[in-house]
């Protein structure tokens, strides 16, 4: 029995070689759903993308937010994205690669937003998620936090957590913990 399927990929093998060019790999639902999101990002202007392994490696980049206003004006803030294969069904794992204090972001740099974890949806982007983190920068949340410390001096003394946060933006301690300068 012939098998028109492979042999139907054979010829097309075979017409990519003769062109000079290497076999197309097939790309994922979730690399032609992110190419999509990228293509159609609307970030405001204090928020820039990079593709640190170049643009043939979608599935990786990093986002940078600099806050022009709150607590964390003029800071600059990178996370990197990890998306995976079966994305928009699962949500692409964010990181802060800069150490930040701050309520919602832990000195890991696990991020604390509730789209990427129990409220996400297929129908939400790579445009909301840069939009929620941003969001967490001019509006930290203390009733939600991953920096427990850092949610208490935001909740109880907002002076003191405005202090802090300047200290550690300018590179410096807040208690016994060293944060680089990112201003």
């Keep these: 029995m012939i ?28 690399e032609l759903r992110l190419h999509k999101d990228i293509s159609e990002l609307n970030l405001p202007k204090s928020c820039a993308i990079t593709f640190p392994n ?17 607590y964390y ?14 994305y928009p069904h699962e ?6 690669k800069t150490k930040v204090y701050h309520p919602n972001i832990d000195l890991e740099g696990n991020v604390c937003l509730n789209i990427l974890r129990e409220d996400w949806k297929p129908v939400l982007n790579i445009n909301t998620v840069i939009y929620g983190l941003y ?10 936090p991953l920096n427990h410390d850092a949610a208490a001096v935001l909740r109880d003394n907002p002076r003191l957590f405005e ?21």
């Design 3 to 30: 098998k028109l399927f492979k042999v139907k990929e054979k010829q097309r093998e075979n017409a990519e070689n003769a062109n000079g060019r290497g076999p197309v790999k097939k790309q994922s639902a979730g």
């Design 54 to 70: 170049g643009k043939d490696d979608l599935m990786s980049f990093e986002v940078s937010i600099r806050p022009d206003e709150g």
């Design 73 to 86: 004006a003029g800071g600059n803030f990178v996370f990197t994205f990890q998306v995976s294969p079966i």
């Design 91 to 96: 949500a692409p794992k964010v990181k802060c």
């Design 135 to 144: 969001h967490l920068f001019t509006e930290p949340n203390s009733e939600d």
């Design 163 to 183: 202090t802090n946060v300047r200290r550690a933006m300018a590179g410096g301690y807040v208690g016994q913990t060293f944060f680089p300068r990112c201003i």
